[in-house]
């Protein structure tokens, strides 16, 4: 199929208003849930999820994908107004974004970060569209060793989200990878955990194990502290961000729009670090340095450029390798695979119509969150203030009914439960979820492919390492592992 | 704290390893090779999480005081008794939902959520208990064409 019928074929799926509806739905429900801290987008793209289900697949997956990047900007309103980020993507925004506000300039700091976040959007969705296919047509040549290899690969990415410990980001994994092999074995079909229930036999359901690991937790956490969340919220003021400063500014989002979209294409790394880097390099090259973490315009612009870079170019891995980039992504991929598509080099051969739709969906996001983003600035306040103490309960029965509409089965509403008490106890012990969801979604693949080149090669590790493609991902694991154990003794060493 | 889950850890690794693979997990007895072995990836995982296990514990050993510490609540021992509260709340509303049918045990669940958490607006939190389940019910059971419990009392349209 040429460029032109590909392209074509993606306009049929999305060139009507249902699929820029949901589009714009999603976007508009990603900036509420990014805006009410404690509900994070990744909260939101998991509570989205099961309203997917009876969409068509695109229409679905574009709503989950506003969703994403409606988020990701939503978790900069409360970062700059009340000095809590939405997402941990927004951290970097409180460094400028909150003195501006305290000085009754909200309005100027919302509306560049608004600004900047659709044109790092705008950028990571052109890098998206530019390099997927290219990754996508090399990845064909994979057989199981070389995925085995890629997923090992993959799994450092634990470490990006391990948070203040590695040890526990990697038990958290662990943890993730003994609940995958619940259910009948691969191969032989012999029972795994199963205690001869057949509920358990197909392993545990995913969506509920997802979003009891990542909702139920906040609504047990009201429950222990019911009044946590009491805060304030900053007046707008009448301020509003100029053209000449988005100009003067400009440098600084683009070099932050590649800074996300080099990291985001990385999986594991995230939108936070990119958003610290792009504030860090913001700042070396500024005329106004001094000015940085005081209430600076460019630095809101720098930090919301690196973390909208990574929202499109986290899909670069989802789409080419089937590989999620990060949590919301591994959420997303759950809805692929509810409608029956399996990200990676194969959708890009079998259902080409669908990832052009994605990939016009995707540029047309840009411009329906600049203007949800605008509307939502000024409407953010009654939103706010929907009484946590009432928002929980109805985050309890949404998490109810839309985990029992993913195979009609109350048993996966109990799996949903336990899942959230796991989730809470990790949450005090300090162990982070976002390595354990990882964990689950890559064990199989991995446990799957590293047997699959044992039956090939007859029980030979041999074939592990058996050509280029594998030499260059365990080539990336050590140097990732390297890396990694630098980082931490660095960190250790400075905090001694 | 990190002491503890280390130990935590070890421990859950060794009943992995000597009593759970060994009874929960069942294996051909014609595996040629021990790798494609159905056992083989949970004791590799098993054995992993000890190491991570002895990691955390040495790690707790040596920096023990300066680990982070969870927010302090004002009154804990109240907090507990909501938390067990909440506990069997969740367990009622597996139990009873299919009895009573998803809408309803979610309207009780959702009213007793918001006055466990002591709402300051209950008649807004009844309101929205009743209309909440109503509209998703509408959605799955209508629109989505989901089998919602009905329950064996009240049935709705």
């Known amino acids: ?323 999620p980039g990060d949590v919301i992504t591994a959420i997303i991929i759950g809805a692929f695979m509810v409608h029956g598509l399996q990200p990676g080099p194969m959708m890009f051969v079998l259902n080409v119509d669908i990832i052009y739709g994605l990939f016009i969906g995707l540029i047309l996001s840009s411009g329906i969150l600049f203007v949800v983003g605008g509307l939502a600035i000024r409407g953010f306040r009654p939103v706010a203030d929907i009484p946590k103490r009432i928002l929980m309960p109805m985050v309890l029965v949404l998490c109810i009914y839309g985990v029992f509409a993913v195979n009609n089965n109350i048993f996966d509403v109990g799996v949903m439960f336990v899942m959230g008490w796991v989730g809470f106890a990790m949450g005090r012990l300090h162990v982070p979820p976002a390595p354990f969801l990882i964990a689950f979604i890559l064990g199989p693949l991995l446990e799957d492919n590293f047997r699959q080149s044992m039956l090939m090669s007859g029980g030979s590790p041999d074939i592990l390492l058996r050509g280029p493609i594998t030499w260059f991902f365990w080539g990336l694991t050590v140097i990732a592992v390297v890396a990694i154990a630098r980082g931490t003794m660095r960190a250790r060493r400075a905090g001694a | 704290m990190q002491l503890r889950l280390g130990l935590g850890a070890i421990l859950a690794a060794v009943f992995l390893v000597t009593y759970a693979i060994p009874n929960w997990v069942s294996s051909p007895s014609n595996v040629r090779n021990i790798v494609l072995s159905p056992l083989f990836w949970p004791y590799i995982l098993g054995g992993l999480t000890g190491v991570v296990g002895l990691g955390l514990a040495f790690a707790g050993w040596r920096e023990a005081g300066g680990e982070a510490v969870n927010e302090a609540i004002p009154d804990p021992q109240a907090g507990a008794v909501r938390l067990v509260a909440f506990a069997v709340l969740m367990a009622l509303t597996f139990w009873v939902m299919p009895v009573l049918g998803m809408v309803w045990t979610s309207m009780l669940a959702f009213v007793a959520l918001a006055f466990l958490v002591k709402t300051r607006h209950p008649a807004a939190a009844v309101i929205c208990a009743v209309v909440v389940p109503l509209i998703l019910y509408a959605f799955f059971a209508h629109v989505a064409s989901v089998a919602i419990p009905q329950g064996d009392l009240v049935r709705l349209p």
């Not at chain 1, 000449?244 to 990385?266: D, K, N, P, T, W």
């Open chain 1, 1 to 323: 199929m040429s460029l032109y019928d590909s392209l074509m074929a993606g306009l049929s799926l999305v060139g009507n208003w249902e699929a820029l509806l949901s589009l714009a739905i999603g976007i508009v429900i990603g900036v509420v849930g990014g805006a009410i801290p404690g509900i994070s987008a990744t909260m939101a793209v998991a509570l989205a999820l099961p309203f997917t289900f009876p969409m068509e697949p695109i229409n679905g997956i574009l709503l989950l994908l506003g969703v994403y990047k409606g988020g990701i900007f939503g978790g900069s309103i409360p970062a700059i107004l009340i000095k809590t980020p939405g997402t941990p993507a927004s951290s970097a925004t409180i460094l400028d974004g909150h003195p501006l506000a305290a000085r009754g300039e909200a309005g100027r700091a919302l509306g560049m970060a608004l600004w900047a976040s659709c044109t790092a959007d705008f950028v990571s969705n052109l890098a998206l569209i530019f390099f997927a296919g290219f990754l996508a047509s090399f990845a064909l040549s994979f057989g199981p060793p070389e995925f085995f290899a890629l997923i090992l690969f993959s799994l450092t990415i634990i470490a990006g989200v391990s948070g203040e410990s590695l040890l526990r980001g990697a038990l958290s994994a662990l943890l993730g990878l003994l609940l995958a092999t619940i259910g009948l074995d691969l191969v032989y079909g012999t029972n795994r955990f199963t205690f001869g229930d057949p509920n358990l036999m197909g392993g545990l359901n995913f969506i509920a194990v997802l979003i009891g690991l990542f909702a139920i937790p906040e609504v047990i956490n009201m429950v222990w502290h019911p009044t946590g969340h009491v805060g304030k919220v900053q007046k707008l003021g009448s301020k509003w961000v100029t053209f000449a400063e988005y100009r003067r500014s400009f440098r600084s989002i683009i070099r932050g729009s590649f800074i996300g979209v080099f990291l985001g294409s990385i999986p594991g790394i995230g939108a936070a670090p990119a958003a610290f880097l792009s504030y860090s390099e913001a700042r070396r090259k500024s005329p106004n340095k001094a000015n940085f973490g005081k209430g600076e315009i460019e630095g809101v612009a720098a930090s919301e450029a690196g973390n909208n870079g990574v929202a499109g170019a986290t899909l670069i891995p989802l789409l080419a390798l089937g590989v």
